[in-house]
T-cell receptor, first 113, second 117 residues
Protein backbone atom coordinates (compact mmCIF):
# COMPACT_ATOMS: atom_id res chain seq x y z
CA UNK A 1 0.00 0.00 0.00
CA UNK A 2 1.38 3.40 -0.97
CA UNK A 3 1.84 5.94 1.80
CA UNK A 4 -0.37 8.51 0.07
CA UNK A 5 -3.03 7.67 -2.50
CA UNK A 6 -4.69 10.28 -4.63
CA UNK A 7 -7.13 9.81 -7.49
CA UNK A 8 -5.25 11.15 -10.53
CA UNK A 9 -8.42 12.20 -12.34
CA UNK A 10 -8.64 13.98 -14.65
CA UNK A 11 -11.54 15.84 -13.09
CA UNK A 12 -13.51 18.22 -15.30
CA UNK A 13 -16.15 20.57 -13.87
CA UNK A 14 -18.09 23.64 -15.05
CA UNK A 15 -17.22 27.05 -13.72
CA UNK A 16 -18.93 27.74 -10.40
CA UNK A 17 -19.05 24.09 -9.32
CA UNK A 18 -17.96 22.83 -5.93
CA UNK A 19 -14.92 20.62 -6.28
CA UNK A 20 -13.92 17.89 -3.86
CA UNK A 21 -10.36 16.53 -3.98
CA UNK A 22 -9.34 13.67 -1.75
CA UNK A 23 -6.38 11.68 -0.48
CA UNK A 24 -5.94 8.70 1.78
CA UNK A 25 -2.78 7.87 3.67
CA UNK A 26 -1.45 4.90 5.58
CA UNK A 27 1.01 6.40 8.09
CA UNK A 28 -0.90 7.30 11.25
CA UNK A 29 2.10 9.29 12.49
CA UNK A 30 1.55 12.12 10.00
CA UNK A 31 0.89 15.31 11.93
CA UNK A 32 0.20 17.98 9.37
CA UNK A 33 -1.41 17.95 5.96
CA UNK A 34 -0.47 20.27 3.14
CA UNK A 35 -2.22 21.07 -0.11
CA UNK A 36 -0.24 22.35 -3.06
CA UNK A 37 -1.39 23.52 -6.47
CA UNK A 38 0.86 22.96 -9.46
CA UNK A 39 0.28 24.56 -12.82
CA UNK A 40 1.73 22.84 -15.85
CA UNK A 41 5.52 23.10 -15.99
CA UNK A 42 5.65 25.16 -12.79
CA UNK A 43 6.68 24.54 -9.19
CA UNK A 44 4.14 23.52 -6.53
CA UNK A 45 2.46 26.45 -4.80
CA UNK A 46 1.44 26.09 -1.16
CA UNK A 47 -2.33 26.58 -0.86
CA UNK A 48 -3.01 25.79 2.76
CA UNK A 49 -2.46 23.20 5.44
CA UNK A 50 -4.01 21.83 8.58
CA UNK A 51 -2.41 20.48 11.71
CA UNK A 52 -4.20 17.45 13.15
CA UNK A 53 -7.87 16.70 12.54
CA UNK A 54 -10.48 19.27 11.68
CA UNK A 55 -11.32 21.91 9.13
CA UNK A 56 -9.57 25.01 7.95
CA UNK A 57 -11.06 27.58 5.62
CA UNK A 58 -9.27 30.14 3.47
CA UNK A 59 -11.44 32.05 1.03
CA UNK A 60 -12.96 29.61 -1.45
CA UNK A 61 -10.82 26.73 -0.15
CA UNK A 62 -11.55 24.41 2.77
CA UNK A 63 -9.14 21.72 3.93
CA UNK A 64 -10.46 18.87 6.02
CA UNK A 65 -8.61 16.08 7.82
CA UNK A 66 -10.07 12.99 9.45
CA UNK A 67 -7.19 11.24 11.18
CA UNK A 68 -9.39 8.36 12.37
CA UNK A 69 -10.03 7.31 8.78
CA UNK A 70 -6.75 8.72 7.40
CA UNK A 71 -8.65 10.81 4.89
CA UNK A 72 -7.77 14.29 3.62
CA UNK A 73 -10.01 16.55 1.56
CA UNK A 74 -9.78 19.88 -0.19
CA UNK A 75 -12.99 21.64 -1.23
CA UNK A 76 -13.07 24.47 -3.73
CA UNK A 77 -16.22 26.60 -3.83
CA UNK A 78 -17.26 28.65 -6.85
CA UNK A 79 -14.51 27.11 -8.94
CA UNK A 80 -12.86 29.31 -11.57
CA UNK A 81 -11.01 28.48 -14.80
CA UNK A 82 -7.87 29.79 -13.07
CA UNK A 83 -8.22 26.90 -10.60
CA UNK A 84 -7.36 24.50 -13.42
CA UNK A 85 -4.18 22.79 -12.22
CA UNK A 86 -2.89 19.65 -10.55
CA UNK A 87 -3.61 19.50 -6.82
CA UNK A 88 -1.15 17.68 -4.60
CA UNK A 89 -1.78 16.50 -1.08
CA UNK A 90 1.32 16.16 1.07
CA UNK A 91 1.13 14.95 4.63
CA UNK A 92 4.21 15.30 6.77
CA UNK A 93 5.69 15.33 10.22
CA UNK A 94 5.95 11.62 10.94
CA UNK A 95 8.26 10.45 13.65
CA UNK A 96 11.64 12.15 13.80
CA UNK A 97 11.38 13.51 10.26
CA UNK A 98 8.94 16.28 10.97
CA UNK A 99 10.08 18.21 7.90
CA UNK A 100 9.62 15.49 5.28
CA UNK A 101 6.60 15.75 3.01
CA UNK A 102 5.16 12.68 1.29
CA UNK A 103 3.33 13.68 -1.86
CA UNK A 104 0.43 12.05 -3.64
CA UNK A 105 0.66 11.87 -7.42
CA UNK A 106 -1.82 14.70 -7.76
CA UNK A 107 -5.30 15.19 -9.21
CA UNK A 108 -5.58 17.08 -12.49
CA UNK A 109 -8.51 19.51 -12.35
CA UNK A 110 -9.99 21.38 -15.30
CA UNK A 111 -12.62 24.06 -14.71
CA UNK A 112 -14.49 24.85 -17.91
CA UNK A 113 -15.83 28.37 -18.52
CA UNK B 1 10.39 39.33 -1.33
CA UNK B 2 11.78 37.07 -4.01
CA UNK B 3 10.68 33.47 -3.89
CA UNK B 4 12.84 30.39 -4.16
CA UNK B 5 15.09 30.67 -7.17
CA UNK B 6 16.44 27.81 -9.18
CA UNK B 7 18.73 27.73 -12.15
CA UNK B 8 19.07 26.67 -14.76
CA UNK B 9 15.40 26.12 -15.60
CA UNK B 10 16.28 23.62 -18.28
CA UNK B 11 19.43 21.56 -18.53
CA UNK B 12 20.41 19.09 -21.21
CA UNK B 13 23.27 16.70 -20.57
CA UNK B 14 24.67 13.75 -22.46
CA UNK B 15 25.04 10.45 -20.68
CA UNK B 16 28.16 10.45 -18.54
CA UNK B 17 28.31 14.22 -18.04
CA UNK B 18 27.78 16.05 -14.77
CA UNK B 19 24.73 18.11 -13.88
CA UNK B 20 24.78 20.94 -11.34
CA UNK B 21 21.50 22.38 -10.14
CA UNK B 22 21.40 25.51 -8.03
CA UNK B 23 18.87 26.75 -5.51
CA UNK B 24 18.66 30.01 -3.59
CA UNK B 25 16.13 29.89 -0.73
CA UNK B 26 13.68 32.60 0.14
CA UNK B 27 15.09 35.45 2.20
CA UNK B 28 15.11 34.53 5.85
CA UNK B 29 14.82 30.81 5.18
CA UNK B 30 17.57 28.60 6.50
CA UNK B 31 16.30 25.17 5.49
CA UNK B 32 16.55 23.73 1.99
CA UNK B 33 14.96 20.59 0.59
CA UNK B 34 15.40 18.88 -2.76
CA UNK B 35 12.65 16.82 -4.38
CA UNK B 36 12.57 14.93 -7.65
CA UNK B 37 9.51 14.51 -9.86
CA UNK B 38 9.78 11.71 -12.38
CA UNK B 39 7.30 11.55 -15.28
CA UNK B 40 3.94 10.21 -14.06
CA UNK B 41 5.25 10.08 -10.50
CA UNK B 42 4.73 12.21 -7.43
CA UNK B 43 7.37 14.42 -5.89
CA UNK B 44 9.88 12.39 -3.92
CA UNK B 45 11.99 13.76 -1.09
CA UNK B 46 15.71 13.56 -1.71
CA UNK B 47 17.63 15.57 0.87
CA UNK B 48 17.27 18.19 3.59
CA UNK B 49 20.05 20.66 4.33
CA UNK B 50 20.83 23.54 6.60
CA UNK B 51 23.79 25.84 6.12
CA UNK B 52 26.94 23.67 5.96
CA UNK B 53 25.03 20.60 7.17
CA UNK B 54 23.28 17.68 5.52
CA UNK B 55 20.48 16.79 7.93
CA UNK B 56 18.75 13.97 6.06
CA UNK B 57 19.81 12.43 2.75
CA UNK B 58 17.69 9.31 3.05
CA UNK B 59 16.01 9.95 -0.30
CA UNK B 60 19.21 10.41 -2.28
CA UNK B 61 20.43 7.61 -4.54
CA UNK B 62 23.53 6.13 -2.94
CA UNK B 63 25.79 6.79 -5.89
CA UNK B 64 26.43 9.74 -8.19
CA UNK B 65 24.20 12.20 -6.28
CA UNK B 66 25.42 14.75 -3.74
CA UNK B 67 24.14 17.97 -2.27
CA UNK B 68 25.57 20.88 -0.35
CA UNK B 69 24.45 24.16 1.15
CA UNK B 70 27.56 26.23 1.83
CA UNK B 71 27.83 29.10 4.25
CA UNK B 72 27.76 31.51 1.33
CA UNK B 73 25.93 30.99 -1.93
CA UNK B 74 23.19 28.71 -3.19
CA UNK B 75 22.52 25.09 -2.44
CA UNK B 76 23.86 22.75 -5.12
CA UNK B 77 22.51 19.37 -6.19
CA UNK B 78 25.17 17.56 -8.16
CA UNK B 79 24.62 14.50 -10.32
CA UNK B 80 27.73 12.84 -11.68
CA UNK B 81 27.83 10.60 -14.75
CA UNK B 82 24.19 11.19 -15.58
CA UNK B 83 22.07 8.41 -17.08
CA UNK B 84 18.77 8.58 -18.97
CA UNK B 85 16.87 7.61 -15.83
CA UNK B 86 17.99 10.85 -14.18
CA UNK B 87 15.78 12.82 -16.57
CA UNK B 88 13.23 14.50 -14.33
CA UNK B 89 12.14 17.79 -12.81
CA UNK B 90 14.16 18.68 -9.73
CA UNK B 91 12.53 21.03 -7.27
CA UNK B 92 14.04 22.88 -4.40
CA UNK B 93 11.99 24.11 -1.46
CA UNK B 94 12.85 26.26 1.53
CA UNK B 95 11.30 26.85 4.91
CA UNK B 96 11.81 29.28 7.76
CA UNK B 97 13.68 28.33 10.93
CA UNK B 98 11.81 25.83 13.10
CA UNK B 99 9.83 26.95 16.07
CA UNK B 100 7.43 29.43 14.55
CA UNK B 101 3.86 28.97 13.45
CA UNK B 102 5.09 28.69 9.87
CA UNK B 103 7.57 25.91 10.65
CA UNK B 104 5.97 23.40 8.31
CA UNK B 105 5.59 25.68 5.33
CA UNK B 106 7.80 24.64 2.45
CA UNK B 107 7.90 26.97 -0.53
CA UNK B 108 8.98 25.57 -3.86
CA UNK B 109 11.01 27.02 -6.67
CA UNK B 110 10.11 26.70 -10.36
CA UNK B 111 12.25 23.60 -10.80
CA UNK B 112 15.06 22.52 -13.09
CA UNK B 113 14.06 20.17 -15.88
CA UNK B 114 16.95 17.86 -16.61
CA UNK B 115 17.04 15.96 -19.87
CA UNK B 116 19.71 13.34 -20.41
CA UNK B 117 20.31 12.41 -24.04
Amino acid sequence: QKEVEQDPGPLSVPEGAIVSLNCTYSNSAFQYFMWYRQYSRKGPELLMYTYSSGNKEDGRFTAQVDKSSKYISLFIRDSQPSDSATYLCAPGGSGGSNYKLTFGKGTLLTVNP
Amino acid sequence: NAGVMQNPRHLVRRRGQEARLRCSPMKGHSHVYWYRQLPEEGLKFMVYLQKENIIDESGMPKERFSAEFPKEGPSILRIQQVVRGDSAAYFCASSPPFGGLDTYEQYFGPGTRLTVT
